[in-house]
């Protein structure tokens, strides 16, 4: 297969696009586009202050490169989870300790700033133990976790200044969540799945420049680009719903070509002509600060981090 | 010498000759979830599998770590 762009040989091919590109094209196109799409959601400019949210995954690193090598001002934001591999092996590095090294690495070679938090540290205890104190994620953390890293990133964003809050989920991601969405026409959820999640007092907007990028060509991206990415898969997230929800679709990928991007770019267009309802940015209204944390709570009193630990000092007292 | 695709700790082997995605569906591997490097370059569907070859795949789907 040749390059489109040099007629050189073709190192990643998008079915869906009908393009396949050389390596060096490629790693021009890739971030043309995310360029193309932080304009056309209206993401950021170059005036603002970026905060990565990084886990040392492929993805959140790929889009920190990216979003540097677009000339803006990106620093990186790691939140130290404290998972252990499952595994008795001790050639297996603890999974948030090499995540953590991992994105350390990455920084430091290219002389980012990378703020870490380490919830074991903050709120003494880490992710595995905070779920298993609570009724929300015994033997299966990934809610607590969820919880715990969406208060921390905005209350980090908030503290440090930045204005924005950019993640690197990828359409497969993206279009795994909707399914599921879908299937359970759970339509509070579908309203608030977008590119971007507008800013509120408290809240830091929310971006998704990769969003319409297949994982596939994410994982290109970070192989030729020599980005060195943590491998191993959570430990929690073997034989999760959004795994099998991404092996479905790319099923149906590979027999219908283009499949899941129609799939997500249909969903955000009928969304946005309101066939689905008043979409978030319109609700925020509702929200109220919590009482303790600040941060902004739809129900009253305590927000669902603040009760997250009310419960674990009761664990503790009892 | 058969050519070898090895993924994550698993390894598969097939004729030479065929096509990495024929090689691919013959181990019941989905085109759609990995990348496929050789020699430390990526490879595309269509290349033909040489004997010996020993093709690496990347697993692509990720779950839980990201945020």
Redesign the interface.
């Known amino acids: 297969?040749k390059c489109r762009k040099c007629g050189g040989k073709?190192?990643?091919?998008m079915r869906q696009h009908k393009l396949?590109l050389c390596?060096e094209h490629y790693l021009e196109w890739l971030p043309e586009q995310t360029e193309r799409f932080i304009q056309k959601y209206q993401m950021f400019t170059h005036d603002e202050k970026v905060l990565v949210?990084?886990?040392?995954?492929?993805?959140?690193l790929a889009l920190w490169d990216i979003l540097v090598r677009l000339g803006y001002q990106a620093d990186g934001l790691y939140?130290g989870l404290g998972i252990t591999s499952l595994s008795d092996s001790p050639m297996v590095a603890g999974?948030s300790a090499e995540?953590y090294r991992l994105a350390q690495k990455f920084a430091d070679e290219r002389r980012l700033t990378l703020h870490v938090v380490e919830v074991e540290q903050t709120y003494g205890y880490p992710i595995p133990s905070l779920a298993e104190m609570t009724n929300r994620g015994k033997g299966r953390p990934?809610s607590v976790?969820g919880l715990v890293?969406r208060h921390e990133?905005n209350r980090i964003a908030r503290d440090l200044g930045y204005a924005v809050l950019a993640?690197?989920?990828n359409l497969?991601?993206e279009a795994a969540v909707l399914l599921s969405n879908t299937l359970t026409w759970a339509g509070e959820c579908l309203l608030r799945q977008g590119p971007v999640l507008p800013e509120s007092p408290g809240l830091a907007r929310k971006v998704k420049p990769l969003c319409r990028f297949y994982?596939?060509e994410?994982?290109?991206y970070a192989?030729?680009r020599g980005i060195e990415y943590?491998?191993q898969?959570?430990p929690?997230?073997?034989g999760?719903t959004?795994?099998y929800n991404?092996?479905l679709l790319?099923?149906l990928?590979?027999q219908r070509p283009g499949a899941k991007l129609n799939f997500y770019l249909r969903f955000l267009q009928a969304r946005q002509e309101g066939l689905l309802g008043k979409i978030d940015g319109e609700r925020r209204e509702t929200l109220q600060p919590c009482p303790q944390c600040g941060q902004p709570t739809s129900a009253p009193g305590l927000c669902s981090f603040c009760r997250l630990f009310a419960r674990t000092k009761n664990k503790e007292v009892s | 010498m058969p050519v070898k695709l090895i993924l994550r700790e698993k390894e598969f082997q097939t004729k030479p000759g065929m096509t990495l995605l024929s090689a691919l569906e013959k181990c019941g591997i989905l085109p759609e979830s990995v990348i496929a490097t050789r020699q430390g370059e990526l490879i595309l569907e269509d290349e033909i599998l040489q004997e010996g070859d020993v093709v690496y795949l990347v697993a692509v789907i990720s779950g839980g770590g990201s945020v």
Not at chain 1, 53 to 60: F, I, M, P, R
């Open positions: 297969m073709a190192a990643v091919n396949a390596k949210a990084v886990s040392g995954g492929k993805d959140s939140i999974y995540s990934c976790c890293k990133m993640t690197g989920h497969d991601d994982e596939r994410m994982t290109a192989l030729l943590i491998y898969e959570c929690y997230a073997v999760s959004t795994t991404k092996e790319n099923r990928e590979s």
